[in-house]
């Protein structure tokens, strides 16, 4: 689409990566992608509704329309401008819940959606609903923010320093000749024929563009090809970019239709794998670190699969904040005797309770 058109009821709009995109959304407020993001557009009694599945936006009001509601995966969020020159940042962020067996062995997950809303010009009154909750109602000036988390709201709080997307402008745009490829692939062609164009990206022998293209299939919940054994978590020349494509995971499951294609990628690559995949992925509490889950952990770093060691090592550096110079794609003797010694003196503990749910 051309930059400012506008998008219709029951329009979805992705963003890839690299890119920062801006629209207008009936009767006129004007929003601008800042990266990957995943939308769609509905209406409810003639006010424009956004559904934001993931990403960030820069909201802007126009003489044309001052208010915008956004449902971020459960919490619906009304935003009025004072005046018709005001604007906002809107940022949903979504990641794992606990490991639970139960659900994993179902295929299922649970995902957290944290969302900030901050005041960028202009002054702005919200309300904001979870489902089954009662309605909050708050004001918000320039730089001042209030997040969303768990299901409770903070007060409103003054920015310390305005985030690297807040910028305004839609030009300088990442530009690198990975972007480049992920723009030709996902110009002018139809939506089967984007999603073809990747999957020949992510075999590509330029690293970037690979990972780049497999970050924009994660965002548009595409999993094959990750754990497979020529897969994205099995190639050792893409090792610099496994954390990044890890975190993009959970950020993509806003959708419950990406959920149920994870859980069936994740058993298509071998029955007897998925129950490790699952529990390497998904993060353990501080409670099942300490029934055992931390032992599995560093068991894992010895797997003879590649992808399992990329899994363990990521959830144990989170969790500790220690690498020990652990290299999964070199599967060092030393290193992991490091880790074991850590497990002896059962250390492989988060920092802090609240760290014990990956937040």
Not at 289 to 313: I, N, Q, T, Y
Request: glycine share 6%.
């Amino acid at each position: 689409m051309s930059t400012g058109e506008f998008i219709n009821a029951g329009d979805r709009f992705v963003v890839p990566p690299t890119q920062r995109t801006e629209m207008r959304v009936e009767p006129g407020i004007r929003l601008l992608c800042a990266g990957e993001n995943d939308m769609e557009l509905a209406k409810e009694n003639e006010l424009p509704r956004v559904v934001l599945r993931s990403g960030r936006v820069l909201i802007f009001a126009t003489p044309d329309a001052k208010e915008i509601r956004l449902d971020c995966n459960g919490l619906d969020v009304q935003i009025k401008f004072v005046d018709s020159d005001g604007s906002c940042a809107l940022e949903i962020h979504n990641q794992w819940s606990t490991y639970d067996v139960v659900l994993a062995r179902a295929g299922k997950f649970e995902i957290q959606t944290n969302v900030r809303l901050t005041g960028v010009e202009g002054a702005l009154k919200y309300s904001a609903k979870y489902r089954n909750s009662t309605e909050e109602k708050g004001d918000l000036g320039v730089g001042q923010f209030v997040d969303w988390k768990n299901g409770a709201t903070t007060e409103a709080k003054e920015l310390a320093e305005a985030p690297w997307w807040f910028r305004t402008s839609i030009k300088s745009a990442i530009e690198t000749p990975a972007a480049a490829d992920l723009q030709r692939a996902v110009t002018g062609n139809a939506p089967a024929e984007i999603e073809t164009k990747l999957l020949e990206l992510t075999n590509v022998r330029q690293n970037e563009t690979a990972a780049l293209a497999a970050r924009t299939r994660i965002l548009l919940g595409r999993y094959d090809g990750l754990f497979e054994p020529v897969g994205v978590f099995n190639r050792e020349r893409l090792h610099v970019y496994w954390t990044a494509l890890l975190e993009q995971i959970p950020q993509s499951l806003g959708r419950e239709e990406h959920r149920d294609r994870l859980a069936n990628a994740i058993r298509t690559v071998s029955s007897n794998r998925t129950e490790s995949i699952f529990s390497l992925l998904i993060p353990s509490s501080q409670e099942q670190l300490s029934a055992g889950a931390d032992k599995l952990l560093v068991e894992a770093l010895s797997s003879p699969h590649l992808d399992e060691r990329v899994l363990a090592f990521n959830q144990l550096k989170s969790i500790t904040g220690k690498t020990w110079g652990y290299r999964p794609e070199k599967n060092q003797v030393e290193a992991v005797q490091q880790w074991r010694k850590l497990l002896g003196k059962s250390e492989i503990r988060y920092s802090t309770p609240t760290n014990s749910k990956s937040e």
